[in-house]
């Protein structure tokens, strides 16, 4: 079955400094990988999405990703991080004839210090 | 409408109630999700509907929860003889439906339950 893995539930940065959130995933079959975010007191977004278009994702507010299948990996990175970039971020994965249900990670807390 | 739509925001409600959360997706989304969200515990899938119909209802945690959707639309999640252990945000989305799994999930504001 499929899974993602995100070590350590809280990660905090200087402002300015880089974003790396890990995310690690487990599939028997070519998987589609998303990272959600949710900032306080709000719903999920997208921030972005894998679909085996390209292994290097830009997503909004500067964020992107790279698939790495040799590394089971999807780690989210921001070369400069923001104050508004503090939420909690969800790496999660999907595959077809699955219904596009999303198996999600258990979630990671940024904090970013001034 | 232009959104995914839950309500209540919040409900607090007693052990043993039962609660109904109600979900309106996104106009045409015939895909439509529940999930559920505690602390520590990430993002847990409940059911699945396509349609009026529920393939998927694997995340289901016990026959106290049950679902329903009506017209292609609303749908409601409904849990009987509430207990503590419910307390946690419910959260639904809606996707334009089919089997791809590249499809981009909408989510709504999500319905925090608490339970006396």
């Known amino acids: 079955a499929q899974s993602v893995t995100q070590l350590g539930s809280h990660v905090s940065v200087s402002e300015g400094a880089l974003v790396l959130l890990r995310c690690n995933y487990s599939?028997?079959?070519?998987?589609?990988l998303f990272w959600y975010v949710q900032y306080p007191n709000q719903g999920l977004q997208l921030l972005l999405k894998?679909?085996?278009?390209?292994?290097l994702v830009k997503g909004i507010n500067g964020f992107e990703a790279e698939f790495k299948k040799s590394e089971t990996s999807f780690h989210l990175t921001k070369p400069s991080a923001h104050m508004s970039d503090a939420a909690e971020y969800f790496c999660?994965?999907?595959?077809?004839?699955?219904?596009?249900?999303?198996?999600f990670g258990k979630g990671i807390t940024l904090s970013v210090r001034p | 409408g232009a959104g995914v739509s839950q309500s209540p925001s919040n409900k607090v409600t007693e052990k043993g109630k039962d609660v109904e959360l109600r979900c309106d997706p996104i106009?045409?989304?015939?895909?439509l999700y529940w999930y559920r969200q505690s602390l520590g515990q990430g993002l847990e899938f409940l059911i699945y509907?396509?349609?009026?119909?529920?393939?998927?209802k694997s995340g289901l945690p016990s026959d106290r929860f049950s679902a329903e959707r009506t017209g292609g639309s609303v749908s409601t999640l409904t849990i009987q003889r509430t207990q503590q252990e419910d307390s946690a945000v419910y959260l639904c989305?809606?996707?334009?439906?089919?089997?791809?799994?590249?499809?981009?999930?909408?989510f709504g504001a999500g319905s925090r339950l608490t339970v006396l």
């Open positions: 106009s045409g989304h015939t895909a």
């Open positions: 989305a809606s996707s334009r439906g089919g089997s791809s799994g590249a499809n981009v999930l909408t």
């Open positions: 894998y679909t085996s278009a390209a292994t």
């Open positions: 999660a994965v999907s595959f077809t004839g699955a219904n596009s249900k999303l198996t």
């Open positions: 509907f396509q349609g009026n119909s529920a393939p998927d």
């Open positions: 599939s028997s079959v070519p998987p589609y």
